[in-house]
């Protein structure tokens, strides 16, 4: 699968350049979370070979060789077929060489397939979380209804000027043809997302990463292609195919790692996640004021509210990760006007700690959901079974996260410099006492004396959740942890049970549910490894930041298309015979893990 993308518009294709989800069921033409297209093909009346296909982030191109006539005994016309996108737009070029002794006629025709399918139909054809059968699904994949369609939450329409007809080429000639389908999409009710969205190619250039190294260089055409171009800015999607849409936590995290040298997008994400906080409790969306939206979606199920995506607030830790932002921000680029008009939104985001991020009252930042459509699991691991005992016991709301609460330390530090930067200094006192008391408490009911590691969560009970995992990791980047707590979490997260020799592992081989295959039970993040490192230079643990960087850099260089995927499989070197081994679902090009080659950069150059 090949895709391409510079605007809102995702062309999705087979390694071949063909784009027919008759081949490859994922192919087609996406907008706004609604396959349009499922097929777009060129019919040629000419016996022809394929002679190469080339992609670019914003294009691909198709070569062939035609015979000018059955009787001809070799290829002699060539043909070149460049599809490129461009904002709402996909453009096409036809080029025609003529190099046989005689005229040639060639009947050109481009079959256009239209079925304006949900994007999260097209992904989970048959699950029945969406209340789909598998006779409508199937239905619904197969039928074409045409240039302009209609639904319950909106009006679609396809511009279609595309090459067609007979063409005539002399001996010796060429011809150029050129077409476009224009997408549009009218929605039939109010949507921020809609609203904020510009229909135009992507701004940025990354030129300011030129002098980077040649990793992190490669990567600038798949964050040209994660862009969603807003009428704030250029705003980084989390992931491809199926996450080209705004998320909160991913696009923070990559704020922050990328902060050093792409503060302009950092700016970007303040800004457009300020536009979606929540200002009101709405339990289907899990929606509380001051809270930072999870995920933000067009698609028709979340717009005919079958499903709470549309705007859904369903996380535990972007509201903590936009005040940390914001500080950060404001340190790295001292851009004193920008952080002081998003004061309101930092003042609404710290009383959503106080009013609903702490559940129970006990100074932890805790998850319980409220939305029976939405996430079940709340923080990053937000798999169904992704905090569980040593037993494989699973645990019940609310769930205090360990990393989350070294976030809110982290947060309330950030607060205490955006506060005195802004000379708002009455609140400071109050704010250090709690960040105090946390932390003092956080090493008493995290820590598992016999393991000498910190528990994944605490249950709804207070219990510690004593699975050893890789989230305990993460507290060394935000501080909490005190410092004769330090050497053996980092001792821990380097031995063989967490360490894979291509990662960290998310969970404990050790562990009842550890599966190296399984999404958040053992498989390896390198986003997840990318906050471990950024904490292990904060800590003085240098070499072994350099180890983990090596390991996911040699990782990266053994999947085919030399990227960092979102995740990979837990399995260790020696169980792979030094291979590494994919997990099958993971999207690519994806945010944070692009994120993840800047502090993979810091680290060596460290």
Same mark, same amino acid.
């Given at each position: 699968?090949?895709?391409?993308?510079?605007?809102?518009?995702?062309?999705?294709?087979?390694? *071949?350049?063909?784009? !027919? #989800?008759?081949?490859?069921?994922?192919? %087609? +033409?996406?907008? &706004? =979370?609604?396959?349009?297209?499922?097929?777009?093909?060129?019919?040629?009346?000419?016996?022809?070979?394929?002679?190469?296909?080339?992609?670019?982030?914003?294009?691909?191109?198709?070569?062939?060789?035609?015979?000018?006539?059955?009787?001809?005994?070799?290829?002699?016309?060539?043909?070149?077929?460049?599809?490129?996108?461009?904002?709402?737009?996909?453009?096409?070029?036809?080029?025609?060489?003529?190099?046989?002794?005689?005229?040639?006629?060639?009947?050109?025709?481009?079959?256009?397939?239209?079925?304006?399918?949900?994007?999260?139909?097209?992904?989970?054809?048959?699950?029945?979380?969406?209340?789909?059968? *598998?006779?409508?699904? !199937? #239905?619904?994949?197969?039928?074409?209804? %045409? +240039?302009?369609? &209609? =639904?319950?939450?909106?009006?679609?329409?396809?511009?279609?000027?595309?090459?067609?007809?007979?063409?005539?080429?002399?001996?010796?000639?060429?011809?150029?043809?050129?077409?476009?389908?224009?997408?549009?999409?009218?929605?039939?009710?109010?949507?921020?997302?809609?609203?904020?969205?510009?229909?135009?190619?992507?701004?940025?250039?990354?030129?300011?990463?030129?002098?980077?190294?040649?990793?992190?260089?490669?990567?600038?055409?798949?964050?040209?292609?994660?862009?969603?171009?807003?009428?704030?800015?250029?705003?980084?999607?989390?992931?491809?195919?199926?996450?080209?849409?705004?998320?909160?936590?991913?696009?923070?995290?990559?704020?922050?790692?990328?902060?050093?040298?792409?503060?302009?997008?950092?700016?970007?994400?303040?800004?457009?996640?300020?536009?979606?906080?929540?200002?009101?409790?709405?339990?289907?969306?899990?929606?509380?004021?001051?809270?930072?939206?999870?995920?933000?979606?067009?698609?028709?199920?979340?717009?005919?509210?079958?499903?709470?995506?549309?705007?859904?607030?369903?996380?535990?830790?972007?509201?903590?990760?936009?005040?940390?932002?914001?500080?950060?921000?404001?340190?790295?680029?001292?851009?004193?006007?920008?952080?002081?008009?998003?004061?309101?939104?930092?003042?609404?985001?710290?009383?959503?700690?106080?009013?609903?991020?702490?559940?129970?009252?006990?100074?932890?930042?805790?998850?319980?959901?409220?939305?029976?459509?939405?996430?079940?699991?709340?923080?990053?691991?937000?798999?169904?079974?992704?905090?569980?005992?040593?037993?494989?016991?699973?645990?019940?709301?609310?769930?205090?996260?360990?990393?989350?609460?070294?976030?809110?330390?982290?947060?309330?530090?950030?607060?205490?410099?955006?506060?005195?930067?802004?000379?708002?200094?009455?609140?400071?006192?109050?704010?250090?006492?709690?960040?105090?008391?946390?932390?003092?408490?956080?090493?008493?009911?995290?820590?598992?004396?016999?393991?000498?590691?910190?528990?994944?969560?605490?249950?709804?009970?207070?219990?510690?959740?004593?699975?050893?995992?890789?989230?305990?990791?993460?507290?060394?980047?935000?501080?909490?942890?005190?410092?004769?707590?330090?050497?053996?979490?980092?001792?821990?997260?380097?031995?063989?049970?967490?360490?894979?020799?291509?990662?960290?592992?998310?969970?404990?081989?050790?562990?009842?549910?550890?599966?190296?295959?399984?999404?958040?039970?053992?498989?390896?993040?390198?986003?997840?490894?990318?906050?471990?490192?950024?904490?292990?230079?904060?800590?003085?643990?240098?070499?072994?930041?350099?180890?983990?960087?090596?390991?996911?850099?040699?990782?990266?260089?053994?999947?085919?298309?030399?990227?960092?995927?979102?995740?990979?499989?837990?399995?260790?070197?020696?169980?792979?015979?030094?291979?590494?081994?994919?997990?099958?679902?993971?999207?690519?090009?994806?945010?944070?893990?692009?994120?993840?080659?800047?502090?993979?950069?810091?680290?060596?150059?460290?």
């Amino acid at each position: 699968m090949k895709i391409v993308k510079n605007g809102n518009l995702m062309l999705i294709c087979s390694n *071949e350049g063909i784009i !027919d #989800s008759g081949k490859d069921p994922a192919a %087609g +033409l996406y907008l &706004e =979370d609604t396959r349009f297209c499922s097929a777009l093909l060129l019919e040629i009346d000419k016996r022809s070979r394929k002679l190469q296909t080339k992609f670019k982030y914003d294009r691909l191109i198709n070569r062939y060789l035609l015979r000018s006539s059955p009787l001809s005994s070799h290829f002699d016309v060539f043909l070149e077929e460049t599809i490129s996108l461009s904002g709402n737009r996909l453009l096409i070029k036809l080029r025609l060489n003529n190099y046989s002794g005689g005229s040639v006629d060639i009947n050109l025709n481009y079959v256009l397939k239209c079925g304006y399918e949900d994007i999260f139909v097209v992904r989970e054809q048959n699950d029945s979380y969406f209340g789909l059968s *598998e006779e409508k699904a !199937d #239905s619904e994949m197969h039928s074409d209804k %045409g +240039l302009e369609h &209609e =639904d319950a939450t909106a009006f679609y329409n396809i511009e279609k000027v595309l090459p067609s007809g007979y063409y005539a080429l002399g001996p010796g000639e060429s011809i150029e043809l050129s077409g476009y389908l224009h997408f549009h999409k009218v929605l039939k009710s109010e949507s921020l997302l809609k609203k904020m969205l510009e229909d135009r190619p992507v701004k940025f250039s990354g030129k300011s990463i030129d002098n980077l190294p040649t990793t992190i260089k490669e990567s600038i055409g798949d964050l040209k292609m994660l862009m969603i171009p807003t009428r704030y800015g250029d705003f980084p999607a989390a992931g491809l195919p199926w996450y080209a849409t705004i998320f909160g936590r991913d696009s923070l995290i990559f704020a922050l790692q990328t902060l050093n040298d792409l503060p302009e997008i950092a700016k970007t994400v303040l800004k457009v996640l300020g536009v979606f906080q929540a200002n009101e409790v709405d339990d289907f969306r899990d929606s509380t004021p001051g809270k930072i939206i999870h995920e933000a979606r067009l698609n028709y199920l979340s717009l005919n509210n079958q499903i709470p995506f549309g705007s859904y607030y369903g996380t535990i830790d972007a509201t903590l990760l936009y005040i940390i932002l914001a500080g950060e921000y404001l340190k790295s680029t001292d851009d004193f006007e920008t952080v002081k008009k998003l004061l309101s939104n930092i003042e609404a985001a710290e009383r959503w700690i106080y009013e609903y991020g702490d559940a129970d009252g006990d100074g932890y930042v805790e998850y319980l959901p409220v939305s029976e459509r939405g996430l079940q699991t709340q923080g990053w691991k937000d798999s169904g079974d992704s905090v569980s005992f040593k037993s494989g016991e699973l645990a019940r709301p609310p769930v205090a996260f360990v990393e989350v609460q070294g976030y809110l330390y982290q947060a309330y530090h950030s607060l205490v410099y955006i506060y005195e930067r802004l000379g708002k200094r009455e609140r400071i006192p109050i704010i250090l006492e709690k960040a105090k008391t946390l932390r003092h408490n956080f090493n008493r009911d995290f820590w598992l004396e016999d393991e000498k590691y910190f528990a994944l969560a605490l249950d709804g009970n207070k219990r510690k959740v004593d699975s050893i995992s890789s989230n305990p990791g993460q507290c060394l980047f935000t501080s909490i942890v005190d410092d004769d707590k330090v050497d053996p979490v980092v001792k821990r997260l380097l031995s063989p049970e967490l360490f894979s020799g291509w990662g960290v592992r998310t969970l404990s081989s050790y562990m009842k549910r550890y599966n190296p295959f399984s999404y958040h039970n053992g498989s390896v993040w390198p986003h997840d490894n990318s906050i471990i490192i950024m904490g292990l230079l904060k800590h003085g643990y240098t070499l072994e930041a350099k180890k983990i960087s090596s390991a996911l850099l040699e990782a990266m260089k053994k999947f085919d298309d030399r990227r960092l995927p979102e995740l990979f499989s837990g399995l260790s070197k020696e169980e792979a015979n030094g291979d590494i081994v994919e997990y099958p679902a993971s999207c690519s090009p994806q945010l944070w893990s692009i994120g993840t080659l800047f502090t993979i950069n810091r680290a060596l150059n460290f």
